[in-house]
């Protein structure tokens, strides 16, 4: 993607443990938060990212229509 760490476009809400999320909650606090993200931002694309245990991951990426 070519960001750098300091990128503002990267994780710009913080993450979800930081929040007090309930356990399991991460995938959910992430999709909503980057929803909201587009509308307000007006961009196309989100993408999420989340570790999923036992060293697997997965990404979701969003497209506002």
């Known amino acids: 993607l070519k ?3 300091d990128d503002g476009r ?3 809400n913080g993450g979800a443990i930081a929040l007090g999320h ?3 909650m991460s995938g959910a606090r992430l999709a909503l938060t980057a929803m909201r993200e587009l509308q307000l931002s007006k961009e196309r694309f989100a993408l ?3 570790c999923i245990g036992v060293g ?3 990404s ?3 497209e506002r229509v």
Request: net charge negative; charged share 5%; with cysteine.
């Open 22 to 24: 309930p356990l399991g």
């Open 3 to 5: 960001l750098s760490d």
């Open 48 to 50: 999420c990212t989340m």
């Open 60 to 62: 979701m990426l969003i």
């Open 56 to 58: 697997q991951g997965i």
């Open 10 to 12: 990267v994780n710009p």
